[in-house]
């Protein structure tokens, strides 16, 4: 499967972004599906991830709360609502794909990435 991610930009501390993140393949919904970032200098870090029917949603602490991940199935697409931004959310934001059968938060476990799209906080 490939992923398009997109939705990044600049934006001030308090406000909103939705991420998307677009999927060829007629098998979208056979992958459990995970929002990543990388801030400069960090490594890559669990954000949230999805189950395949997007009955089951998994967040870090640090955006439990602000952030909602969904997805539709029917356009092959997740998403990542992000509200009430902070600094400290500044990073680039990659979308993966899952073939195993139970969630995990381990970078290594995902098998398709998306290119990345920056989200910049200011304050």
């Known amino acids: 499967v490939q992923l398009q991610a997109s939705g990044g930009g600049l934006v001030q501390a308090g406000d909103s972004l939705r991420l998307s993140c677009a999927a060829s393949?007629?098998?979208?919904?056979?992958?459990?599906m995970g929002w990543f970032r990388q801030a400069p200098g960090k490594e890559r870090e669990f954000v949230a991830a999805?189950?395949?029917?997007?009955?089951?949603?998994y967040y870090a602490d640090s955006v439990k709360g602000r952030f909602t991940i969904s997805r539709d199935n029917a356009k092959n697409t997740v998403y990542l609502q992000m509200n009430s931004l902070k600094p400290e959310d500044t990073a680039v934001y990659y979308c993966?794909?899952?073939?195993?059968?139970?969630?995990?938060?381990?970078?290594?476990?995902?098998?398709?990435w998306g290119q990345g799209t920056l989200v910049t906080v200011s304050s």
């Open positions: 393949g007629r098998t979208f919904n056979n992958y459990i």
């Open positions: 993966a794909a899952d073939r195993s059968w139970s969630y995990t938060p381990n970078v290594r476990d995902y098998d398709y």
């Open positions: 999805i189950g395949r029917t997007g009955g089951s949603t």
